[in-house]
């Protein structure tokens, strides 16, 4: 594997090696262009080495997210100079930014469904991938997700998901065969170690819903007191170019929800180590049945905070719950 990933790091610097040396022989005066080959060529050189990705002070790896968003660096996060610091940590803040104005306006009454979303990243950024899209005919789909990896890196796949579904959406495939289109896309634009866990779904204004699982996990039917969880799962998606991911369809009442949540939610641990567990979910909405979808939200939210107590976010949490209203 790490054989395949230099590979894959050596293309990507050859390439930017071959645009450098284009722009170069455009603009023989700008000397910045050449600097930045020879950036390039010592990062050949450590590949060559054995020493691409240490850092050059302590020799520890540099964190993963980093180097994949930016192969040329040579420092890990601590020994980073003063002005290094300030530069990533205005990155992060634009990436922040970015990411927060990618998210979707909660769908209220859109053809007999609600849908609303709880999203909170465990760090500046998050890979955690939430979307609400407006359909033709009436439909709408809604699309949640975790992208492999934290940090910057993580959020940059997540926007390409975004990009990717929302594009997607505009061809009007069916949702299988949409869901395929973008594990190939993922697939071929990005590290052979990066995927993405993925609900994407579609509710018509008759009330059925398509849902189609890509190695996430299984997401919830209340209906009263009544909860089922829908098992039906591919692979995750990206992990394979080729890929085929079934679909599964049902029908839902006026008064039923659909809940969608990454895994931040049941592994959230107490102070003693112990997940809280997708089946105390399980308990929680059987136990509150007609609960308003901001109502909703809130308790599985608030279920996660009172487990871990005092104790930081150690993962994104992001949580989708659609209602048929109609």
């Not at 010592?42 to 020493?51: C, E, F, H, K, N």
């Not at 105390?280 to 909405?285: D, K």
Request: hydrophobic letters at 40%.
């Amino acid at each position: 594997m790490a054989t395949q990933v230099d590979s894959m790091f050596r293309a990507r610097l050859g390439a930017r090696r071959e645009k450098l040396e284009q722009a170069l022989e455009a603009a023989p005066d700008r000397a910045y262009l050449a600097g930045l080959i020879g950036e390039v060529d010592a990062a050949l050189a450590r590949l060559d080495q054995g020493s691409f990705g240490l850092c050059e002070t302590c020799n520890d790896p540099i964190e993963e997210e980093r180097l994949i968003a930016d192969p040329l660096i040579r420092f890990c996060l601590d020994h980073l100079t003063p002005i290094q610091q300030q530069a990533l940590q205005q990155d992060l803040e634009l990436a922040a930014g970015i990411q927060s104005a990618l998210l979707p306006k909660p769908l209220r009454q859109h053809h007999g469904w609600n849908a609303a979303y709880h999203y909170e990243a465990a760090g500046p950024v998050s890979g955690d991938y939430c979307d609400l899209v407006a359909g033709d005919h009436g439909n709408f789909y809604f699309m949640l997700g975790d992208v492999s990896g934290k940090g910057v890196a993580a959020s940059m796949l997540m926007a390409h998901l975004h990009a990717v579904f929302r594009t997607l959406i505009g061809v009007r495939l069916p949702l299988g065969r949409m869901v395929e289109q973008a594990s190939r896309v993922f697939c071929e634009s990005t590290l052979a170690s990066q995927f993405a866990t993925l609900i994407c779904g579609k509710a018509s204004p008759e009330g059925s819903v398509e849902i189609c699982n890509a190695g996430h996990l299984p997401p919830l039917v209340v209906s009263g007191t009544t909860i089922r969880t829908l098992n039906t799962s591919g692979l995750p998606l990206g992990m394979f170019c080729s890929e085929e991911f079934p679909v599964e369809q049902f029908r839902l009442s006026r008064g039923d929800q659909l809940i969608l949540f990454t895994d931040g939610i049941p592994e959230t641990r107490d102070p003693a180590g112990r997940e809280l567990g997708t089946q105390a979910l399980i308990e929680l909405a059987a136990q509150s049945p007609g609960l308003s979808l901001d109502d909703r939200l809130r308790s599985f939210v608030d279920r996660a905070a009172s487990c871990r107590g005092r104790a930081p976010l150690e993962d994104d949490i992001s949580m989708l719950v659609v209602e048929r209203t109609g």
